[in-house]
Structure formats: structure tokens, C-alpha cells
């Protein structure tokens, strides 16, 4: 079974620049997440998909920061323009309420931003 | 507000010797706690996890224990070795339409030595 796959795994932009991030959750994952994780911290969630619907998406900066996940599937985190305090690691993880009761979370290998 | 918290940010054990994460959380409605483990440029990989209606949970070397009426929860590694080391984040999420919220503590660093 594939993991989660997410692209690109690094990307060094100028300030106000735009950058987009791609993540293809597992197969048959109804729940997707965007976190960002900064260095030394724990991730923090920025959105969370129920299948196309955004649930929770309090957390994520929406003058700059937009995220789609068109018909259910592969979803698109979008920075616009980027600041210096962006840079970060974006990690998508995805998650199925039928997976028993374990409910863990599956992580991609995250998207690096360094942002100059 | 953090409601989950590793205030360990390191720790340094021997090989062979047991090696213990703690994490406190301050949401009482929070029932199902998580233990990822993370190497460097890769993603968060889940480790074990412990329902509230448990107090532990063991999965080989690793067990995680949890105690509700202190809002504290451990990982316990025995015994550990150098492939252990990396950094370690507790997770824990509530009841209820929110339980695919998962909140993350900021991770202890396991360096394990030979």
C-alpha cells in the first residue's frame, strides 16, 4: 500500500513569492490534514478535510493561505504571498474513521519551505 | 493554549537501558493518546497508542502507560537501543465529532549510545 505522498519535498522562494504544495493521502482515507511544523516544535494543524469538506481550518492564516481538496482526493496548500516566518515543514497526514479504533494518523514525508 | 506538553525537549540513555517520554495534557475530554516517532527529513511514523479506558498498552519493547488523574501519560522503551534515536511526539485527541483531532506536544529528542 502506498503512504502518503507529498510534493515537493523542498522548495526555496523569495519573500511575497507564491508556493504550492501537493499531498496524495492514502487510498480510501476519507480524512486529510495539513500541519506545519516549525524547528524544535510539534505539528500544528492548519486544516482538516472531511473527505471534500474543510471541518477545521481555524488555525490557518486565510490572507495568505488557501487549500482545496477537489473531489475528495489529492489536496493543494497554497501560500500568497509567503512570508520569512513561513518557512517551516508542511506535513500532510491522512486517517479513516473505519480503520478500527486505532485512528493513527499516516504522515507524508513533509514538504520543506525555506522562505529568503 | 498547549494542551499537550513534552517538557523534556532531550534525553540521553544507554544501550540497553530503559528510556522514558512523558507527556502531560490538560484536556480532560481527550481520550485516545498517540506516540509517533520521527528520524530526520522524514515524516511523523505512529509507534503506539492507548485508549482512556486503559491504563497500558504494550507493544514489544515499547509501553506506554497512562494515568488519568494526573493528565500524564509515558513512553517506556526496553531495553533501548541506538536505532531508537530520534525525536518523539505525543498526540492526543477528544470524543465526540472532534476525534480526528489530533493535538501534538513539541517532542522529546531519544539520543540512545552505544
Known amino acids: 500500500e502506498a503512504g502518503v505522498v507529498q510534493s515537493p519535498r523542498y522548495k526555496i522562494i523569495e519573500k511575497k513569492q507564491p508556493v504550492a504544495f501537493w499531498c496524495n493521502p492514502i487510498s480510501g482515507h476519507n480524512t486529510l490534514y495539513w500541519y506545519r511544523q516549525n524547528l524544535g516544535q510539534g505539528p500544528e494543524l492548519l486544516i482538516r478535510?472531511?473527505?471534500?469538506?474543510?471541518?477545521?481550518d481555524s488555525q490557518l492564516p486565510k490572507d495568505r493561505f488557501s487549500a482545496e481538496r477537489l473531489k475528495g482526493v489529492d489536496s493543494t496548500l497554497k501560500i500568497q504571498p509567503a512570508e520569512l516566518g513561513d518557512s517551516a515543514v508542511y506535513l500532510c497526514a491522512s486517517t479513516t474513521r473505519g480503520q478500527g479504533v486505532t485512528g493513527e494518523l499516516f504522515f507524508g514525508e513533509g514538504s520543506r519551505l525555506t522562505v529568503l | 493554549d498547549q494542551q499537550v506538553k513534552q517538557n523534556s525537549p532531550s534525553l540521553s540513555v544507554q544501550e540497553g537501558r530503559i528510556s522514558i517520554l512523558n507527556c502531560d495534557y490538560t484536556?480532560?475530554?481527550?481520550?485516545?493518546f498517540l506516540w509517533y516517532k520521527k528520524y530526520p527529513a522524514e515524516g511523523p511514523t505512529f509507534l503506539i497508542s492507548?485508549?482512556?479506558?486503559?491504563d497500558k498498552n504494550e507493544d514489544g519493547r515499547f509501553t506506554v502507560f497512562l494515568n488519568k488523574s494526573a493528565k500524564h501519560l509515558s513512553l517506556h522503551i526496553v531495553p533501548s537501543q541506538p536505532g531508537d534515536s530520534a525525536v518523539y511526539f505525543c498526540a492526543a485527541s477528544g470524543a465526540g465529532y472532534n476525534f480526528n483531532k489530533f493535538y501534538f506536544g513539541s517532542g522529546t529528542k531519544l539520543n540512545v549510545k552505544p
Open positions: 492507548i485508549s482512556s479506558i486503559k
Open positions: 478535510y472531511e473527505n471534500e469538506e474543510a471541518v477545521d
Open positions: 484536556n480532560s475530554m481527550f481520550d485516545y
